[in-house]
């Protein structure tokens, strides 16, 4: 069974950075790619950034495009995203995903597997 979980969020000034780990187990992921989604409140669900496990191929929302970036490191089996020049507008609770069908995507659809997500506040 695949666990993701998130960790790593809190609360920030605005200007300030953050990274989230989300902790992968329960498969091989070689051939997964892992998305950052997030959700603020009152709004629906959202993409931020996603990645192949192989490292090959990132993609990343105009949003955060500049300011936050993916990676994972192999041997603990985690992924991280460092979100730098965060703003208010990047308060959400942040979810980790991961998808093997249908190639790497901002679709929520295509993701299987989903985290329970790590809270994070950007204070003005």
């Known amino acids: 069974q695949v666990q993701l979980v998130e960790s790593g969020g809190g609360s920030v000034q605005a200007g300030g950075s953050l990274r989230l780990s989300c902790a992968a187990s329960?498969?091989?992921?070689?051939?997964?790619?892992i998305g950052w989604f997030r959700q603020a409140p009152g709004k629906e669900r959202e993409f931020a950034a996603a990645?192949?496990?192989?490292?090959?191929?990132?993609l990343y929302a105009d949003s955060v495009k500049g300011r936050f970036a993916i990676s994972r490191d192999n041997a603990k089996n985690t992924v991280y995203l460092q979100m730098n020049s965060l703003k208010p507008e990047d308060t959400a609770v942040y979810f980790c995903?991961?998808?093997?069908?249908?190639?790497?995507?901002?679709?929520?659809?295509?993701?299987?597997?989903w985290g329970q997500g790590t809270q994070v506040t950007v204070s003005s």
């Open positions: 995903a991961a998808g093997i069908m249908n190639g790497i995507g901002a679709g929520q659809q295509r993701y299987n597997y």
């Open positions: 329960g498969r091989t992921f070689t051939s997964y790619f």
């Open positions: 990645m192949t496990w192989s490292g090959g191929r990132t």
